[in-house]
């Protein structure tokens, strides 16, 4: 499975963008797809998860009332809207795809998802 990020860029604080990420093949049955992101000088972190059907979804604590996960399994592609964002938002953002047999899986480790993305940067000035 090889998946494309885009939709990233510069957006001043309290703006918004939304990430696309497209995938080569049919992930809507066999995969739970996850979007992790990376700060300078950081450590890759989790974003949020959405499982293979699109009914369940993870986010980590801080992020889940701002940025929302969908995905639309016709065109497999994931999304990520983020809304609110803050110069903290500021990373790479990287798009994941986990194979599973489980309609409910949303993982949120790395070592889960044995696709990755090249990344798309995300920028949110002050």
């Known amino acids: 499975v090889q998946l494309v990020e885009s939709g990233g860029g510069l957006v001043q604080a309290g703006g918004s963008l939304r990430l696309s990420c497209a995938a080569s093949?049919?992930?809507?049955?066999?995969?739970?797809m996850g979007w992790f992101r990376q700060a300078p000088g950081k450590e890759r972190e989790f974003v949020a998860a959405?499982?293979?059907?699109?009914?369940?979804?993870r986010y980590t604590d801080s992020l889940k009332d701002r940025f929302t996960i969908s995905r639309d399994n016709v065109k497999n592609t994931v999304f990520l809207q983020m809304n609110s964002l803050k110069p903290e938002d500021t990373a790479a953002y990287y798009c994941?795809?986990?194979?599973?047999?489980?309609?409910?899986?949303?993982?949120?480790?790395?070592?889960?998802?044995?696709?990755w993305g090249q990344g798309t940067q995300v920028t949110v000035s002050s």
């Open positions: 959405i499982s293979s059907s699109g009914a369940y979804t």
């Open positions: 093949e049919r992930t809507s049955r066999s995969y739970a």
């Open positions: 994941a795809a986990a194979a599973t047999g489980s309609a409910t899986y949303t993982g949120a480790l790395q070592i889960e998802y044995e696709y």
